[in-house]
């Protein structure tokens, strides 16, 4: 069983920036892959980027160059740095944990980016 606790969302202007943390329960070196979603309403839920448990990166097209995926290993946590913000961005982004095929979810939180 893996529990994972989301924090850092929240309202920033078109251009800001925000940082989002996942912190997990267990050892993140144990979980295959960690990764974030994001889902804005009446849409489909959408991978925005992933880390391995060897460090293996991956950022989706539409937030290539803006979005970086970074773990702690000593605090259980993966972050999700966002930089240059834009409308488009605004959902509710989900922390994943795979491990032993099993996928994980944490509760979501808000990303709202307006002026």
């Known amino acids: 069983q893996v529990q994972l606790v989301e924090s850092g969302g929240g309202l920033v202007q078109p251009g800001g920036s925000l940082r989002l943390s996942c912190a997990a329960s267990?050892?993140?070196?144990?979980?295959?892959?960690m990764r974030w979603y994001r889902q804005a309403p009446g849409k489909q839920r959408r991978l925005v980027a992933a880390?391995?448990?060897?460090?293996?990166?991956n950022v989706a097209d539409a937030v290539k160059g803006r979005f970086t995926v970074s773990r702690d290993n000593a605090k259980n946590t993966v972050y999700l740095q966002m930089n240059s913000l834009k409308p488009e961005d605004t959902a509710v982004y989900y922390c994943?944990?795979?491990?032993?095929?099993?996928?994980?979810w944490g509760q979501g939180t808000q990303v709202t980016v307006s002026s």
């Open positions: 994943n944990a795979e491990r032993i095929r099993y996928n994980y």
């Open positions: 267990i050892n993140i070196f144990s979980i295959d892959y």
């Open positions: 880390i391995s448990s060897g460090g293996t990166t």
